[in-house]
């Protein structure tokens, strides 16, 4: 496949999930798995803020906490989490009260996240998930 084919097909793919926010966060699981974590931030930071998710704003504060995708920024990690209470997510109520005490995700905290992904998508619940629209639902809780 010649260079402007695949860049045709990398932005159609891009419009498909901005237009299906259930396969954005399937696909942002399989980045976070494989490592991809910059484009993982960029598709959580859609669903945030074009979608509203409570959950991607939970996931972007634990990366933004984290550094991964992104630098490290604490304050913005304090404003996602807010955010993800604003947008109903129950867990971001305990990650912004634990920030606020001090209290910053470390390198073992990062490793679980990633082991989480791996987890949901080697299990292939990730499918479940994307179809139903459940991928990190506040019932689902931490993955620490």
């Not at 490592?35 to 972007?60: F, I, N, P, V």
């Not at 550094?67 to 807010?82: E, F, L, P, Q, V």
Request: net charge positive; glycine share 10%.
């Amino acid at each position: 496949m010649g260079r402007r084919m695949r860049e045709q097909a990398i932005k159609q793919r891009e419009e498909q999930l901005r237009q299906n926010p259930i396969m954005m966060r399937g696909v942002a699981v399989e980045e976070m798995a494989n490592g991809k974590y910059q484009s993982a931030y960029e598709h959580y930071q859609y669903l945030a803020s074009h979608h509203h998710h409570g959950d991607a704003w939970r996931m972007l504060g634990f990366m933004n906490e984290l550094g991964m995708g992104t630098s490290r920024d604490y304050s913005y990690a304090k404003t996602c989490y807010s955010n993800g209470i604003k947008y109903g997510d129950a867990q971001c109520k305990k990650e912004l009260q634990r920030i606020n005490q001090g209290k910053y995700l470390s390198k073992e905290h990062q490793e679980n996240i990633v082991k989480y992904f791996v987890g949901i998508y080697t299990s292939g619940a990730s499918m479940t998930n994307m179809m139903t629209g459940n991928s990190f639902n506040s019932n689902s809780g931490s993955p620490f």
